[in-house]
């Protein structure tokens, strides 16, 4: 069977050699030479156009996604700040209101001591505020675990 394929091509190769036209010799046309010349060109210089502004808006899309992920950062950064700076300052009224209580406590106990009859030798000093340092001089003496300063 292959052998009968072979002779089949074979006899039909003939064929279409004896059917197909010769060849006809290029007549040469300066102005459709020219012309296809031109439209080369003129698709190919589009095409690089074309190419160049691509890459171009490329580029800026990217420079725009590295801008907007700056903002981004900073905003963020400075968002961070603000909530840290609130809560500083809460924490500073939380601390005066403290400070406001410790003293009008220290101020009661001092008129209670006082209606008592209680000794001044027995009683706090009138710059004593509970949990705060005793100042001698000038000098605080506090000790932080590491001995006495």
């Known amino acids: ?24 010799p290029a007549l040469a046309d300066g102005a459709a030479s020219t012309r296809n010349i031109i439209l080369l060109g003129g698709a ?11 890459d171009v808006h490329a580029r800026e899309a990217a420079m725009a996604a590295q801008q907007a992920q700056t903002a ?8 961070a700040y603000n909530a840290e700076r609130q809560a500083y300052l809460q924490q500073l009224a939380a601390n005066r ?4 209580e410790v003293a009008y406590q220290h101020h009661v106990i001092v008129m209670e001591q ?3 009859g209680t000794p001044a030798s027995q009683r706090p000093s009138e710059g004593f505020v509970a949990g705060a340092p005793s ?5 605080a003496n506090v000790s932080y ?3 006495d300063v």
């Open 114 to 116: 006082s209606a008592t």
């Open 135 to 139: 100042v001698v001089a000038g000098i």
């Open 97 to 100: 209101a403290l400070e406001q």
């Open 1 to 24: 069977m292959t052998s009968m394929r072979a002779i089949a091509l074979t006899v039909l190769v003939a064929m279409l050699g004896v059917m197909a036209p010769s060849p006809r």
């Open 145 to 147: 675990g590491w001995g």
């Open 44 to 54: 190919a210089a589009a095409y690089l156009i074309i190419k160049h502004n691509h």
């Open 72 to 79: 981004q950062a900073r905003d963020n950064a400075w968002a």
